[in-house]
């Protein structure tokens, strides 16, 4: 295990997992107060709070305090009648803390509405990586996102390392490019948690038939939230911006019908 310093331990949580620190130690134990430890989701541990049965055990528990996603203290009795068998004695208190990951937005397209969409996503807690096929428009000068990426749709779109925890909006500059990025999301082995893409009526029910003849299945057209974002009467960029993002929310928080704050 490599060891965890107080400068790595946000690199090493950035995608998500469980922060470990010994807070008491008592007696004979391998444990020493402020020992720290990140468990990962693959239960893979950098760091370590002793070693041996006891760290063993506290990635055990760390993962069951990911799915959970409940921090607490767990107090582990050290002696060989304990729980553990050890045989040193003492007493050790840990501390678990689950970490979540920024929730990521993949944006394809920086044009009006994606500089919009960037700057709304971002103040709701979204990291945004800003995507576009136009040399310029993915830059910091034309659009405020936390990562930019410019090329060719076909590979960004296919190449990139999306997961499917992560959020898509997709708003590109043409109907061409929003149906090649689309098609590459589409046929990922896991559809993102959110995909949504601008465009009229007509224009979807057009593209949504071609992809019908090229064997897209309805049950992967019906994951893309199109057109994009709750109907709240949007018209201009900032405001559709708002509806895409709160859309968004309902998807992460689980809501199927919208009600007023009051019911």
Same mark, same amino acid.
């Given at each position: ?32 107060? @402020? ?6 989701? &693959?239960?893979? %541990?950098?760091? !370590?709070? =002793?070693?041996?049965?006891? $760290? /063993? ?100 779109? @296919? ?6 925890? &992560?959020?898509? %909006?997709?708003? !590109?500059? =043409?109907?061409?490019?929003? $149906? /090649? ?83």
């Amino acid at each position: 295990m490599s060891v965890l310093t107080l400068t790595n331990i946000a690199e090493t949580l950035k995608n998500g997992g469980v922060y470990v620190v010994v807070v008491a130690a008592e007696g004979s134990t391998p444990a020493r107060p @402020g020992a720290k430890m990140a468990v990962l989701a &693959d239960g893979s %541990a950098f760091g !370590t709070v =002793g070693g041996g049965i006891l $760290e /063993t055990t506290a990635i055990e528990e760390a993962l069951r305090r990911l799915d959970s996603k409940n921090a607490g203290l767990i107090e582990y009795e050290m002696g060989k009648d304990g729980p553990l068998g050890a045989e040193c004695g003492g007493k050790v208190t840990m501390f678990f803390e689950p970490i979540r990951p920024k929730m990521k937005l993949w944006l394809f397209g920086a044009g009006h509405v994606g500089r919009e969409i960037a700057k709304a996503s971002a103040v709701a807690g979204w990291h945004v990586v800003a995507c576009d096929d136009r040399p310029g428009a993915a830059e910091p000068e034309n659009i405020t996102a936390n990562e930019y990426r410019t090329g060719d749709y076909d590979d960004l779109a @296919g190449n990139s390392p999306i997961l499917q925890t &992560d959020y898509v %909006a997709i708003v !590109t500059a =043409g109907h061409e490019g929003d $149906e /090649t990025v689309l098609k590459n999301i589409l046929s990922r082995k896991y559809i993102p948690m959110y995909v949504g893409m601008m465009g009229s009526k007509y224009k979807i029910e057009e593209m949504f038939a071609r992809l019908r003849r090229e064997g897209f299945s309805e049950e992967q057209l019906s994951r893309v939230h199109a057109p994009i974002g709750l109907n709240v009467g949007t018209v201009e960029p900032g405001e559709i911006a708002v509806a895409v993002v709160a859309e968004m929310l309902a998807v992460k928080h689980g809501i199927e019908r919208i009600r007023k704050c009051s019911e």
